[in-house]
């Protein structure tokens, strides 16, 4: 019988497993998570693909990351008004509610979204299309190649976190010293994070970074302007 449901369902397969094997051994971790509530220091915001797994890259498990996930991890301009917007009631939620004390953003290589915004979408996809218009201005001006398209997922990073910053909330908490903003680009065939670094301009592999983030804030254009030259 429960071989035949593991034909015909693998995914329940997959529920019951974690009901019997993973939660018996973190049954504590998650009664306090209920009994205390939860409080992630971490708003993490990335690329919905599915190469992206942000407990395997962060080591954290239950209660840790609060995540938000969308095409290409972009960040809506803040308007203040109106609008169902998923991704912006998330930063709201997570800045307001939760005091989180950090926020990364994180983009990665091979980026469907990226490669979406300079070839474009199906005809059908009215909201992908308007929502790849938030990568547009780091589009570069050249055939899309694997290296503008590393350039380009990079530019998009570094665009989406100064997005960010025009979000009432965050900018008040970053100048306040409250908050620090992470910008991240996974290059999943390498098995690293590139971090951005605000004083150089440029994204550096993890192994050699001495941050993880950029905190406190200062807008790249202040120093060289390098991640949007070269
Ligand atoms: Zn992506």
């Known amino acids: 019988m429960t071989d035949k449901v ?33 409080h992630p220091k971490t708003l993490f915001i990335g690329c919905s693909d599915s190469r992206v797994v942000p407990y395997l890259l962060t080591g954290s498990g239950p ?40 926020i990364i953003i994180c983009g990665h290589s091979h980026c469907g979204a990226i490669r979406a915004a300079y070839e474009g979408a199906p005809d059908e996809a009215v909201a992908l299309k308007a929502w790849l218009k938030l990568a547009s201005e780091a589009l570069l001006p050249v055939q899309s190649s694997p290296e503008a398209m590393r350039k380009t997922e990079k530019r998009a990073v570094v665009l989406q976190l100064e997005r960010l910053m025009e979000y009432p909330m965050v900018r008040r908490d970053v100048e306040a010293g409250k908050l620090t903003l992470h910008g991240w680009h996974y290059v999943i065939e390498d098995g690293e994070v590139h971090v951005f ?29 390098q991640i949007f030259s070269d």
Do not use: C, W
Not at 6 to 32: G, I, K, V, W
Not at 74 to 87: E, N, Q, V
Not at 197 to 220: C, E, R
């Open 6 to 38: 593991a034909d015909a369902d693998e995914l329940l397969l997959r529920l019951r497993r974690f009901r019997s094997d993973y939660f018996p051994t973190h049954q504590q971790r998650f009664q306090d998570l209920v009994t205390e509530g939860q």
């Open 63 to 102: 209660g840790e990351l609060f995540i938000v996930r969308n095409v290409g991890a972009f960040i809506p301009p803040y308007d203040g008004s109106h609008g169902l917007h998923g991704t912006m009631a998330a930063i709201e939620f997570a800045v307001l509610t939760l005091h989180v004390e950090r």
């Open 197 to 225: 670094d605000v004083k150089q301009g440029d994204f550096v592999p993890a192994s050699l970074a001495s941050n993880s983030g950029t905190g406190p804030y200062q807008p790249y254009v202040e120093h060289d302007g």
